[in-house]
């Protein structure tokens, strides 16, 4: 019996490894979604917002490495996505965004819910196309599945709906053959150079991003054989325990005196994986001039694209790390850092300050270390943008939980999307989205997607009623605050109205029993914490005040 196109695309997704597509059914992809419906390698996540939906599939891409695809309607839909594809492309994940189109016919028109989407598209993908005859479909597929994996950034391919229910003449084009690059490895001669400024280095740091993700191991071993402190950017906090002595935190705008004190102390800076972002340089100004740095990437135009580096290592984290680590002399090793554990207990002091008493109203320091207790070493942790993520990102101590965030574009409303796509590519690991009532207001929809497609995640607000992170920037510009009052709104209730477990908590002594019911009740939940609206960014460590105990 002859195919349709649509089932040799869908067939040609799950061969290249795409598990999940997220998206909002529509009339320009009902080809498409009819096919996905008729098997059973390729699931159809039906949320609720196009933008949700991209949201979903940067995060899955993000947590996992593994290429997930977002499909949307043409018009309306088409430009929902934009916000979530410009997250994946601004972030370098590997994605597939698919669109539908007016018929062939049609185009050129103005016929209903017509645009040009490859314009849309164009400054926030690698490859991006159009199929104009069923022929085409899978190579243009290919390729954009290839340029997705290869650069690890958004492919768009639009498909006009008359071409998805066409019969097809060709088969799909498997990955054999496509996908068949070796993992890249710096230079012999390129790495003992590295070796050696970073041996003869006095303050030696090393700085992580999320491109060291998968090399933690090797990392640890290359900070313990130089003695050098090991910090992690907020989107790759996670990626060492904070048990680990030589673990200093984060640094930047949402990070601790101390990171920022060591980063601009160091002489000699090892760089694995990170952008160097304005957000995690403070601006551009914790680097400075006289440091010498090594940088290891494995995009080369990341390699000194910001700060000057005395070697540069292009390369994947995992095997050039190795590679450093061997030619890095053993034996022990002196450096001028004096007490690290000493000015860590000093931070933890300063943190616990706030993070510790059981005042009213609830301050958000708290409600990071009780969140901090209750969940376990596995879990995922989808960070929303706003004073929720200022306040985990600077006092939270990971055990190994893993961070995903919308960490360059630093958009609201990624959080609760995020958690179900974690919970989608990792069953048996707590999915748990912290999110600012702000945030959450932006897709609270996405609760009903949680609950049709019964997956136990667990959101946790921070609500102040107001937009706590404009109060801090609008501060910063020595403004009063304005336009971020919010009205007050019970996310307990709002969650139980959608099919969800609720909780309202306003009394930090019941805060860890609110956490424990959400966490083991095996449907989506959200506890609503009503915590201090006069905490923010710059009183975060400042000496607590006498405050009532409860």
């Excluded at 551009?284 to 990341?302: A, E, F, N, T, Y």
């Excluded at 590679?323 to 090793?333: D, F, H, I, N």
């Excluded at 919308?406 to 048996?428: Q, R």
Aim: aromatic share 6%.
């Amino acid at each position: 019996m002859p195919r349709q196109v649509s089932q040799v695309f869908v067939e040609q997704l799950g061969d290249w490894g795409v598990r999940q597509v997220f998206g909002v059914v529509g009339e320009t992809i009902l080809g498409l979604l009819s096919a996905i419906r008729s098997q059973e390698r390729v699931r159809f996540v039906a949320m609720q917002t196009e933008q949700a939906a991209a949201f979903a599939a940067s995060a899955y891409g993000k947590l996992t490495g593994r290429l997930a695809a977002c499909i949307a309607t043409g018009g309306p839909g088409t430009t929902g996505l934009m916000t979530g594809v410009y997250d994946a492309h601004s972030d370098r994940v590997p994605m597939l965004a698919i669109t539908g189109q007016v018929r062939r016919a049609w185009q050129h028109e103005e016929a209903w819910q017509e645009i040009d989407d490859h314009a849309l598209f164009e400054t926030a993908s690698v490859y991006n196309t159009a199929t104009e005859t069923p022929a085409q479909v899978p190579l243009l597929l290919a390729g954009a599945l290839q340029a997705a994996l290869s650069q690890r950034d958004v492919a768009h391919l639009s498909v006009p709906m008359d071409i998805q229910t066409m019969e097809a003449d060709v088969e799909p084009i498997r990955p054999q053959g496509h996908l068949n690059w070796s993992l890249a490895v710096a230079s012999d001669e390129a790495v003992r150079q590295a070796a050696r400024l970073l041996h003869g280095a006095s303050r030696p740091l090393i700085l992580a991003g999320a491109g060291a993700r998968g090399a933690q191991e090797l990392l640890l071993h290359v900070a313990r054989r130089l003695q050098a402190p090991l910090l992690t950017t907020c989107r790759s906090k996670g990626l060492v325990a904070a048990s680990e002595p030589l673990s200093m935190g984060t640094p930047g705008r949402s990070g601790t005196p101390l990171a920022d004190s060591l980063l601009r102390e160091a002489d000699t800076i090892l760089v694995v994986g990170c952008s160097l972002s304005q957000r995690t340089t403070g601006d551009w100004q914790l680097i400075r001039p006289q440091q010498q740095m090594v940088q290891i990437d494995i995009d080369p135009g990341r390699i000194g694209r910001i700060f000057p580096v005395e070697v540069g290592l292009w390369g994947d984290a995992g095997p050039t790390l190795r590679k450093l680590l061997s030619s890095l002399p053993e034996g022990a090793v002196h450096t001028a850092w004096g007490d690290l554990e000493g000015r860590r207990r000093d931070l933890r002091e300063q943190v616990n300050r706030k993070a510790m008493p059981q005042s009213r109203p609830i301050k958000p320091q708290f409600v990071v270390r009780t969140l901090q207790q209750a969940l376990p070493a596995e879990a995922v942790i989808a960070l929303d943008a706003g004073n929720h993520a200022f306040f985990m990102c600077q006092q939270y101590e990971p055990k190994g939980e893993q961070f995903v965030m919308s960490y360059h574009l630093g958009s609201t409303g990624f959080g609760l999307p995020a958690a179900i796509a974690s919970a989608l590519a990792f069953p048996e690991r707590p999915a748990v989205a912290v999110v600012g009532d702000g945030s959450l207001a932006t897709t609270v929809g996405e609760l009903v997607t949680a609950v049709a497609q019964a997956l136990p995640i667990t959101v946790v607000c921070f609500n102040n009623a107001r937009l706590g992170m404009m109060d801090s920037e609008q501060e910063r510009l020595n403004m009063a605050p304005f336009f971020t009052e919010l009205p007050p709104t019970n996310w307990g209730r709002v969650a139980e109205a959608c099919g969800a477990h609720g909780l309202r908590v306003e009394d930090p002594s019941g805060l860890a029993e609110a956490l424990q019911q959400a966490l083991t009740a095996r449907r989506p939940a959200v506890v609503d914490v009503a915590i201090d609206p006069l905490e923010r960014e710059s009183t975060a460590l400042e000496p607590a005040p006498a405050m009532a105990r409860v």
